[in-house]
Each structure stands twice: as structure tokens, then as C-alpha cells.
């Protein structure tokens, strides 16, 4: 009777409790540290990259803003110009009326992009707007080029002038942009960091196709 129950106690002994891992099972787990620290290096590897995109986004935005103090200034010299190009060119209504319809519509585009500057759509809507601005302002330079009261006007040499000098500024803002979103597409492009882009909203930014040549960044000549 002793010796069944010394038996039946080692038995016990050996048996683990029900709900408790043995010690094989115990031995072949990982411990904690070895699943959680690796875990944790890649959380916070993304959350660096995560971080350095937004910061290359946020700016991409700030060179666009300077892009558009210079558009509206444009857009604000422009009517000025016609006005007093009006006076002497009474009979060339419809170039001045292009002009307005241009900016007017170059205007709208510039709004578009203001509110989504990463938006390739809306960056190539404002190239073709601008291109049309700077057909038309073009075709009134020829025009006012047969009268010599109009290039001699003195309101209108000083809007020339500021156009001009609007032109050279905005020349280089745009290439400033073309320059931070080459940063930002290069990093959002690399891997790993691509993967953080693609799965949290960070698709490439535009050029501006308008400062990809030499000719192209060229300030167009706004003189009378």
C-alpha cells in the first residue's frame, strides 16, 4: 500500500499541472526580449522614415509657396499692363482681351495647384495655363512693338520692368521646387523607405516642366 502511494506521488511529481507548458515547451520558446526588440527597432525605424518623408513633403509645399507669392504678384501686374496698353491700342481689343482671359484662367489653375501642390494633375494644368499666359502677353509685346507712344509710356517701362524682374524670381523659385521634389522622390523611391510611402500616402511629387531646359528657366523678356 506504501509503495503504491510513493508511486503514485512521484507521478505526480513528473506530471505537470494541467494548463502549464513543460519544460521542452518552456526551452523552445523565445524569450520576450528576442520577439519584442526587433519588433520594436522596426517601429521605430519607421516612424524615422515616416517622419523625414513629411519633413521632405512639408518642404516641397513651402518651395511651391514661394512659387505662388510670385504668381500672384504676376497676376496683380498684369491687368495694370493691359490697362494702360489699352489706351493706345484701341484697335487691338482682342489680343489685350486674350491676355485677361489668360491670366484669368492661369488664375484658376495657380488655385488648384495651391491646393494640392504634390498633385501631378494639377501641376500640368497650371504648365498649360501658364504656357497660354505667356503666348498671349508674347503676341501683345509684338503688337505694342508698332507703337512708339506705347513703349515710350513711363507707367508702362515701370510694369515692364516689374514683370520682368517677377520673371527672374520666378525662375529661380521654380527650379528651387524642381529641386526639393527631386529630394523628396529620391528618398520616397528607396528602399526601404518606399514601402513607409506606399503604404501611408506618399505618392511622387511633380516637376515643373516648365524648368526641365536651360531655354525653359529662361525669364521671357517683358520689355517696351
Known amino acids: 500500500m506504501q509503495r503504491h502511494a510513493l508511486s503514485a506521488g512521484k507521478q505526480q511529481l513528473r506530471a505537470p499541472?494541467?494548463?502549464?507548458?513543460?519544460?521542452?515547451?518552456?526551452l523552445a520558446t523565445?524569450?520576450?526580449?528576442?520577439?519584442?526588440?526587433?519588433?520594436?527597432v522596426l517601429v521605430l525605424v519607421?516612424?524615422?522614415?515616416?517622419?523625414?518623408?513629411?519633413?521632405?513633403r512639408n518642404q516641397v509645399e513651402g518651395a511651391w509657396s514661394?512659387?505662388?507669392?510670385?504668381?500672384?504678384?504676376?497676376?496683380?501686374?498684369?491687368?495694370?499692363?493691359?490697362?494702360?496698353?489699352?489706351?493706345?491700342?484701341?484697335?487691338?481689343?482682342?489680343t489685350l482681351e486674350a491676355v485677361i482671359k489668360a491670366r484669368g484662367q492661369a488664375q484658376g489653375a495657380a488655385a488648384a495647384a495651391?491646393?494640392?501642390?504634390?498633385?501631378?494633375?494639377?501641376?500640368?494644368?497650371?504648365?498649360?495655363?501658364?504656357?497660354?499666359?505667356?503666348?498671349?502677353l508674347g503676341r501683345l509685346m509684338m503688337v505694342a512693338e508698332s507703337y512708339p507712344e506705347l513703349k515710350a509710356d513711363a507707367t508702362m517701362q515701370s510694369l515692364s520692368e516689374e514683370l520682368t524682374s517677377t520673371e527672374n524670381r520666378l525662375g529661380f523659385a521654380r527650379?528651387?521646387?524642381?529641386?526639393?521634389?527631386?529630394?523628396?522622390?529620391d528618398q520616397a523611391a528607396q528602399f526601404?523607405?518606399?514601402?513607409?510611402?506606399?503604404?501611408?500616402?506618399?505618392?511622387?511629387?511633380?516637376?515643373?516642366?516648365?524648368?526641365r531646359s536651360?531655354?525653359?528657366r529662361a525669364a521671357p523678356k517683358v520689355q517696351f
Request: zero cysteines.
Open 30 to 40: 523565445p524569450p520576450v526580449g528576442e520577439v519584442v526588440g526587433p519588433a520594436m
Open 17 to 26: 499541472a494541467a494548463g502549464t507548458a513543460s519544460l521542452s515547451e518552456l
Open 114 to 136: 495651391r491646393a494640392a501642390p504634390t498633385s501631378a494633375g494639377a501641376m500640368g494644368a497650371l504648365a498649360v495655363a501658364e504656357q497660354a499666359l505667356g503666348g498671349s
Open 46 to 56: 519607421g516612424i524615422g522614415m515616416y517622419n523625414g518623408l513629411v519633413k521632405l
Open 175 to 185: 527650379q528651387a521646387y524642381n529641386d526639393q521634389v527631386l529630394d523628396f522622390n
Open 192 to 211: 526601404p523607405a518606399i514601402v513607409v510611402a506606399r503604404l501611408l500616402g506618399f505618392p511622387t511629387a511633380p516637376m515643373l516642366e516648365s524648368t
Open 214 to 216: 536651360d531655354e525653359e
Open 66 to 94: 514661394q512659387i505662388d507669392v510670385q504668381l500672384k504678384r504676376r497676376y496683380d501686374l498684369v491687368p495694370n499692363l493691359v490697362e494702360v496698353a489699352r489706351g493706345y491700342l484701341a484697335h487691338e481689343a482682342a
